[in-house]
């Protein structure tokens, strides 16, 4: 029987097949629009002139025709030697308008997204999808009720005019955003790990107050991954709903179970036998490390990727590194080993997302290229790089197989990029204020600009910093800086001080998560006294210039640079005096730990010392002299701790501070809105190479509680503090805040 229907299926074939005929000329029929060559070139018919044609031939000439989406229908006829190709030819579109909507940006988006676009042809069956297009593009600008109607208007000329009659309504506005169920941490700690935003009327640019149904999607991803990472294996968002308070106020609802937390048992790399196991030490002692913690999806990518790039630089050919897992109770046993792959290689990467950023700003930031082989190492480190700008809130990729080659799209999520900042402070001989505007993204080039200035009781000091990134299509960023410092402080301490200068520098990876930072500046200093003015300043009254050379190495292994909660970030940096009026040598070493003691405390240690010392054997000038930084010795103010001239605060050759701290999620946990911190300060500044007995050797120490509050008016932060130990000349600062926003 088999046998039977095989041989029918065969004649058909062949008959089918076997019918040819040949023709020697060729007529088009039907097309207004496009030209008879045109319609012969799409076609590919001159290739059959003079050959047996066959059914199967006519059929890819009718293919290739229908492809061009220029018409509506397509026949042909053969007949005495003649191919005539006969056409309807689908109508041109005009124009397309947006009728409801003003919005030129919005409009533009429309435009971009949209298949049938002006000068192109009309194709019917495509209305419908655009509709779909445009009630999404809008959804997700926060236009949840908007409705879309089409219309077309048919003109004599065969052309069309496409009229989409748009019906904004209000904006869906998120009011509150509340979390229920097992969820196990505070609200205000998951908003901090969501896209979407409450409604806030300093956000008065974001998009993510607005209700979008794709971030509510996101939103869930990221509360799987934050759960996940903090052991919660199995977690669930069991639903995420929007409540409707008012005609146009949302309440954004997630129901989380977050289930029991898991820890890792055993942990086991098998490495092949030609494998030499030295090179996965550190591998190893990573591994004893996480057994017996908490699990974290992100420990395990931590692992693979060392692996990769221990595969990478040793050139082990074509392996990767996979994992498995298996469970019994609250434990995980995670087994590594390693598995053949094929060399793939990078066809196209795609950029997603990016509404007002360049696209090759983020292009400069990628470590891979098409055509390059595929590296997840190198596609990481990419996506890191672009993360890095603070100028995406999120970075994602998604990944598309094409035979041996890879298609790449990269989404990113733009984040507001300006910053208003303000903040003050009160203490017991004065007060100061600070203000600042911010601008991470400028022009859409990624461009950085940062002004500040604070006013003080003697003075002010302002400034301008400007970041180039990719500088000259390099993958070094250009930073440059213009300052200016005034302290007038003739009629107490009977000396002025005025110092104006610029900067300009770089700042790169260097090694794996090793970044330099090399810098030149240039200032001119002049300082004026009076019969006040203690003998020092007297004593270097005149007008200097100098010329600095500065550098700096950082190693960052913190597990995520926003609210880290583990690992640690080292820096050393030395400034090397070139054309100067007077040599000093400056060197600093700071060291911050982040420690996770339970699921929302984090224990935070921080060292910070500095030197400058002269190399000409020549007192140091007290304006380059050292100060602890407030944020390091909080009870103080500024500048107004460590060795005194007379009534003079002159500063020292060394300064240091050891900072320890805690976050309190127990503290008032109702309070969602409020984050509490314990702090212990402890620092000194010493060292007057010109009269060592003004040398005060004490060492100053602080207490305190820090509250971090998201208020109506913006985000405030307030500091309390106690001095512990102090010197009796010493100027003590109980209380500050400051408020900033972004936009």
Do not use: C
């Not at 495509?126 to 236009?143: H, M, P, T």
């Not at 292009?363 to 480190?381: F, S, V, W």
């Not at 390099?474 to 200068?501: C, H, M, P, Q």
């Not at 300082?527 to 007297?538: D, E, G, L, M, Q």
Request: glycine share 6%; charged share 25%.
């Amino acid at each position: 029987m088999k046998n039977f229907i095989y041989f029918i299926f065969v004649f058909f074939l062949f008959t089918f097949s076997s019918y040819s005929e040949n023709f020697s000329k060729i007529e088009v029929e039907g097309n207004k629009r496009i030209t008879d060559e045109t319609i012969k070139i799409f076609s590919g018919v001159d290739k059959l002139i003079n050959k047996s044609v066959t059914d199967n031939d006519l059929n890819n000439l009718l293919k290739e025709l229908y492809g061009t989406n220029f018409f509506e229908k397509v026949s042909v006829k053969l007949n005495k030697g003649i191919l005539t190709i006969i056409v309807i030819e689908n109508p041109l579109i005009q124009s397309v308008k947006f009728e409801g909507v003003k919005n030129k940006d919005i409009i533009q988006v429309l435009n971009d997204y949209i298949q049938l676009k002006e000068r192109t042809s009309y194709i019917k069956n495509k209305v419908k999808n655009d509709e779909d297009i445009i009630l999404n593009v809008l959804k997700s600008n926060g236009y949840y009720f908007v409705e879309v109607v089409s219309k077309i208007n048919e003109n004599d000329n065969n052309t069309v005019d496409i009229i989409y009659d748009i019906n904004l309504g209000e904006k869906a506005y998120i009011k509150k955003i509340k979390f229920i169920g097992d969820k196990v941490f505070k609200d205000g700690k998951l908003k901090k790990i969501i896209a979407s935003e409450e409604g806030k009327f300093w956000k008065f640019i974001s998009s993510k107050k607005y209700l979008d149904v794709n971030r509510i999607k996101l939103d869930e991803k990221l509360l799987r991954n934050f759960y996940r990472n903090k052991g919660y294996y199995n977690v669930s968002i069991e639903s995420s709903s929007a409540k409707v308070i008012d005609e146009k106020d949302f309440e954004l609802i997630f129901n989380i179970n977050a289930g029991k937390k898991y820890f890792f048992d055993k942990v086991v790399l098998n490495i092949p036998n030609e494998f030499d196991e030295n090179n996965f030490d550190d591998i190893n002692k990573l591994l004893s490390k996480i057994q017996g913690k908490h699990y974290s999806l992100n420990q395990i990518e931590k692992i693979l990727k060392k692996i990769d790039k221990i595969i990478l630089d040793k050139e082990y050919q074509f392996l990767t590194a996979t994992y498995e897992e298996s469970i019994l109770d609250d434990k995980i046993n995670l087994s590594i080993f390693f598995n053949e792959s094929e060399k793939i290689f990078i066809s196209r990467i795609n950029i997603i997302g990016n509404f007002i950023t360049q696209e090759k700003v983020i292009r400069n930031k990628l470590r891979i290229d098409e055509g390059d082989p595929y590296n997840e190492i190198l596609l990481t480190k990419s996506l890191n790089s672009v993360k890095s700008t603070g100028i995406f809130k999120s970075v994602t990729k998604k990944i598309k197989e094409e035979s041996n080659k890879k298609v790449i799209d990269i989404y990113v999520e733009e984040s507001p990029t300006g910053e208003i900042m303000a903040g003050a402070g009160t203490g017991s001989s004065g007060s100061s204020i600070t203000a600042g505007i911010k601008e991470k993204n400028y022009l859409g080039k990624g461009i950085n600009l940062n002004s500040s200035f604070t006013l003080r009781n003697d003075g002010l000091d302002a400034s301008v910093t400007r970041t180039d990134p990719n500088f000259k299509n390099t993958e070094k960023d250009l930073i440059t800086n213009v300052r200016n410092s005034t302290t007038d402080a003739l009629s107490r301490f009977g000396y002025k001080n005025r110092k104006t200068g610029f900067s300009f520098g770089t700042s790169y990876e260097q090694f794996e998560d090793i970044y330099f930072s090399p810098k030149l500046s240039v200032f001119q200093e002049k300082v004026t006294t009076s019969s006040k003015a203690s003998a020092a300043r007297k004593k270097q009254e005149g007008d200097f210039f100098e010329t600095d050379f500065s550098y700096s190495f950082t190693l960052n292994r913190l597990n995520q640079n926003f609210q880290p909660s583990d690992g640690y970030k080292a820096s050393f940096a030395q400034t090397l005096p070139l054309l100067t009026d007077d040599g000093a040598l400056s060197n600093t070493i700071s060291l911050t730990n982040y420690y996770s003691l339970t699921d929302e405390m984090v224990f935070t240690v921080g060292f910070f010392t500095k030197s400058i010392n002269s190399i000409n054997d020549e007192d140091i000038r007290l304006s380059k002299r050292l100060y602890i930084p407030s944020r390091r010795l909080r009870g103080f103010q500024p500048g107004k701790v460590g060795p005194k001239d007379g009534t003079d605060f002159i500063g020292g050759n060394y300064a240091s501070s050891l900072n320890l701290s805690t976050s309190l999620p127990q503290l008032l946990r109702d309070l969602e809105n409020l984050e509490f911190k314990f702090f212990y300060d402890l620092g000194n500044v010493w060292g007057v190479d010109y009269n060592s007995s003004l040398d005060n050797n004490k060492i100053r120490s602080s207490t305190g509680l820090s509250i971090e509050w998201s208020t109506p008016i913006g985000p405030l932060s307030f500091s309390f503090s106690q001095p512990i130990t102090k010197s009796d000349s010493d100027k003590t600062e109980n209380f500050r805040f400051d408020i900033g926003t972004t936009f």
